[in-house]
C-alpha cells in the first residue's frame, strides 16, 4: 500500500445496489477494500461500477472486479478494472481521470499519417530497417561468441570489431546518410515533419540502442542541446550496451557536424585568449565575458587551466 495514502471517499454499486466500503490508493492501478455495514464478497466478484467522489466531483469507473488478498490491514482485497483502466494515483493526487488505455484515441490519426510519406520515402525506410536490422543481428551474434572471456579479452575483441566490420558499417551509414540527404532536399517545414516522424516511427528501436540519438529524441531536460549531450559530442567515443549500439552511437558524434561543434569550442578559446591579451596583456584589468546557455561551459574550463588564469 502506498505509504500513508489517505482513505478514499467511495462506493461500489451491484445492480441497483450502493454498497459502502473504505478504500485505499495500493497501486497506481489499484485500490484496496473494505467493505462496511457487515457486507462482505467472495473472490472475484464483480461489479458494475466503483463510484469516487473527489474533490467534490462524483466519477464513475466503469465495472470492476474484487481479488481477495486476506489479512492485508484489514481489508479484503483489491479492486482492480474490467474495461477501462485508469491511473488512480493522478485521480486523487491530481483529480485527473487518466484512462491507460488513451494513446489508443490517437491510433487512426497515428495510421493516417502515412498517407502523406512519398513512396520513394517509404522504400527507402522499409530498406534501411531491413539492412540496420540485420546489422544489429550480426553484431550480437558476435557479442555473442566472446561473452563469457574476461572483461579485458571482451574489450580488445570489441575493438577489433569495431576496427574491421564497424568501419565497414559506417560507411554503409554513410552512403545510407548522403542518400537520406539527396532524398529530403527539396522538402519543405511540413514534409521534414511528416517524413521524419514516420521514419522515426520505423526506426525508433534501432535509435534507442545509441545513447546519443536516444538524448537527442526522447529530450529528458526537454530540449535537444543539453549539457549531457554536448558531453557527448566532445568525448567522441563509444557508449552503448552492445557493439552495435556503440557504432549506432559514434556515427553522430563523428560526423562532421559534431566535428564543427568541436572546432568552434577551441576556437572560442582562442579568441576570448587573443581578446584577453590585447586588452588586458598586463593583467592589471580583468577581462569579463558572459557565457549565454552555456551548458557544461566547457570552453571556461579550456580557458582557465592555470592557477593566475582566473585574474587575467
Partial sequence: MYEQSPPIDAQLVAGDQLIPVDTRLTSRYSLMVRFLNGNGFKDGAEFTDLLIRNQGKEIGLGPCRLICEPNIDGYAGRI???????DLKRLVEENKVVRLQSSFLNVP????????????FKNYTSDLTYDLNVYKS??????????????SIRDSIQMAIINTEGVRFHRFL???????????????RAEHESHGFYFRRQLWEII??????RRTNLKPRGYAGDSEMMSMIYENGYRGKSTFAKLMHKHPVGHPGAQAVRNRRKVIRE??????????????DPLKILSVACGPACEVQDIVQTAQDPGK
Fill in 80 to 86: 482492480v478494472f474490467l474495461k477501462e483502466v485508469y
Fill in 109 to 120: 490519426l497515428v495510421l493516417a499519417h502515412k498517407k502523406r510519406v512519398k513512396r520513394e
Fill in 138 to 151: 550480426l553484431f550480437d551474434k558476435l557479442d555473442e561468441e566472446y561473452a563469457e572471456e574476461a572483461q
Fill in 174 to 188: 554513410d552512403d545510407r546518410l548522403a542518400e537520406l540527404e539527396r532524398m529530403v532536399k527539396g522538402f519543405n
Fill in 208 to 213: 534507442l540502442t545509441a545513447p546519443f540519438m
Fill in 271 to 284: 579568441m576570448i585568449r587573443g581578446v584577453g591579451d590585447q586588452r588586458n596583456p598586463s593583467g592589471a
